[in-house]
């Protein structure tokens, strides 16, 4: 046999592509930091764009609204509870359910329901991509389903607006799925931003419901368009804060614990309220009609319930700022609460279009009060806040319903700038979080897909192909191999040795790898001992070094569609090899830890446990 090179490390070809060269090479960096700049561009404008869009939705069901329970033509805000139309009240929301039914049966069905759960499908299974037409579609039904009464907010429809509008401007230019999926985030928070001018909130929502990831590629031009939608805001709407609430005094111990209750009951009426939402829609669902008349169905229950509680009808932000002020009575607030759900559960689940969160802040703001108002007649010195009850109600009502528990804290802080209100916030959003965790598989947002089959992430943790190395888990022990050594001379090898190696490097004359040989490659039955490892190695021309991230390695070997890769350490020698195997060990190991219940006290740094101890080349010609 010919002789094969036997120092510690084995010479690897400069000319050959590693990862360094193929990912994150400086040239590869700028490439991706344009890519991410010109998404942030594109972002920057889809948030203009939803901003004057938010203005025109607003105008156009104030608009509506003013025609149908006034019979006059204004852009300005008259609340529909206001109206005398008596028993004609009942008939003005069906007319609008009609009207949205057919938008939805001769347009897209994509315009029913509220938006965001749309928006996560769209994301989970199709890439991102929404129809263009829901772009105008979406708002023009919701506003004719609003401003005809329907209970619902202006939010909904905005986020499903921009949401479809960043996926159209994905699906116009040559992007990837993820950066579809970003723009997509970015016009739907936008949108929120620019309604209600909570860019914050707006960056969390888009990570606990629309990106399923935290990464400055994403946060980016996420955090860019809310701060263009919060900007729109402040232009083309009022710069104060949109439920303008008393000022409140810093807690006290007594009524913080007070809170965290309230949540905690918050929590267990979100489960109810889900549930309920759910089987109005399974009603729905087994009535032997066309379901293009569900929302007219819906629309006469809702204007039979406004004729009774007017103050249900419409968008209801002045319902918001009422509760929160503290000065409703306890009879107010609870026909508010039972009639405001009653009404809205019945809408949404007629599959109408419109919108989730106005409905919960309401439900839940009256729901924080009635507690407060009881608790406060029964423990007079409890320090409690009637306005902070009302406020935590609202916010743990949509932690609750929707698990977006960051989302819910800084919505609350930003849209009535009360600083004050941030330990009662956390104390009870916590508590109602725990209880839906628990006790609810899915939330109002997820049901609906997680009934067809879509599975939606609940946890967003570091990748563990992330936080390793390559050299921190890769075989030590490589079988070296010369192209001029034959299978018989391998076989033998193996035989004398005992050993289970399952790849095997391959150099050249020149000792530069060319390839690799799979062990059941060596063993293949009918095959000529003398055969040369020439005809039956696969030939590779990458590698990766031993301080890549495993996620940069398994990409290179996506890309190369190869199973195995040389390592090299920073002087440009092989000292391992990487295979798939190594990377499911990893896994596998990774899996054993978090299930292994253990309890014990280290007082020195654990070193992390390599899949093959040592660093031995084994050179077949020199054994």
């Known amino acids: 046999m010919k002789q094969t090179i036997s120092s510690p490390g084995i010479p690897i070809s400069p000319s050959l592509n590693s990862m360094e060269d193929t990912i994150s090479k400086p040239g590869g960096n700028l490439d991706i930091k344009k890519r991410l700049l010109r998404i942030s561009c594109l972002s920057v404008a889809a948030a203009a764009a939803v901003s004057l869009i938010a203005r025109l939705l607003v105008w156009l069901i104030n608009v509506i609204t003013n025609l149908s329970f006034y019979g006059a033509v204004s852009t300005a805000f008259h609340s529909p509870s206001d109206n005398h139309l008596g028993l004609w009240v009942i008939i003005i929301p069906a007319i609008g359910g009609v009207i949205v039914g057919l938008m939805a049966l001769y347009g897209s069905a994509a315009i029913r329901g509220h938006g965001i759960p749309e928006a996560m499908e769209q994301i989970l299974t199709n890439q991102s991509r929404i129809k263009p037409s829901i772009t105008f579609l979406k708002p023009i039904s919701s506003a004719i389903a609003i401003g005809t009464g329907g209970p619902f907010g202006a939010e909904g429809p905005i986020i499903a607006t921009g949401g479809a509008l960043g996926s159209t401007l994905g699906q116009l230019f040559k992007i990837t799925a993820n950066e579809r999926k970003v723009l997509l985030a970015a016009g739907a928070t936008a949108g929120m931003a620019a309604i209600f001018g909570t860019p914050i909130a707006g960056i969390f929502l888009a990570i606990e419901l629309l990106l399923f990831e935290f990464s400055p590629k994403a946060i980016l031009p996420v955090a860019l368009a809310c701060i263009t939608g919060a900007a729109g805001h402040h232009l083309l709407f009022d710069a104060g804060p949109v439920f303008p609430m008393p000022d409140l005094a810093a807690p006290t111990n007594t009524a913080l614990a007070i809170y965290s209750f309230i949540g905690l009951i918050t929590g267990f009426l979100s489960l109810g309220l889900t549930k309920i939402v759910y089987l109005v829609e399974d009603t729905f669902d087994k009535l032997p009609i066309h379901w293009m008349w569900w929302p007219a169905i819906g629309g006469l229950a809702v204007g039979i319930i406004g004729y009774f509680a007017p103050h249900t009808l419409g968008v209801g932000y002045d319902n918001i700022i009422n509760v929160l002020s503290g000065t409703l009575t306890l009879l107010i607030v609870t026909r508010l609460c039972l009639f405001k759900f009653l009404s809205w559960a019945i809408a949404l689940g007629s ?172 063993f293949i039955r009918g095959l000529d001992p003398e055969t040369g490892l020439a005809d039956i190695l696969k030939e590779g021309h990458v590698y990766a070094k031993n301080t890549d991230t495993l996620r940069k390695a398994v990409e290179l070997m996506a890309r190369q569609e190869v199973e195995v890769l040389p390592v090299v350490s920073a002087e440009g020698k092989v000292i391992g090899i990487l295979s798939y195997r190594d990377v499911l060990s990893v896994y596998k190991d990774q899996l054993e830890e978090n299930e292994h219940v253990h309890a014990h006290i280290s007082l020195k740094r654990q070193r992390l446990k390599m899949l093959v101890k040592g660093r031995k080349l084994i050179n077949l010609n020199q054994s």
């Open 351 to 522: 599959g109408t279009s419109g919108g989730t969160l106005a409905p919960l802040l309401t439900i839940g703001g009256a729901a924080g009060a009635i507690m407060g108002t009881v608790i406060l007649s029964v423990f007079p010195n409890s320090g409690l806040n009637l306005p902070v009850a009302a406020l935590i109600g609202m916010s743990a009502m949509f932690a609750g319903a929707s698990r977006a528990y960051l989302t819910s804290i800084t919505f609350a802080l930003e849209a009535t700038e009360q600083s004050h209100a941030l330990l009662p916030l956390l104390g009870a959003c916590t508590a109602s979080y725990l209880v839906s965790f628990f006790l609810m598989e899915n939330t109002i947002m997820t049901e609906k897909i997680a009934r067809r089959g879509v599975f939606t992430p609940d946890s967003f943790e570091a990748d563990l192909l992330g936080k390793l190395t390559v050299g921190q888990i890769i075989m030590h022990e490589v079988l070296v191999l010369s192209i001029d050594n034959t299978v018989k001379d391998v076989r033998d090898w193996l035989k004398i040795n005992n050993d289970k190696a399952h790849e095997f490097v391959i150099l050249n004359k020149e000792d530069k790898f060319i390839g690799t040989v799979h062990r059941s490659d060596i």
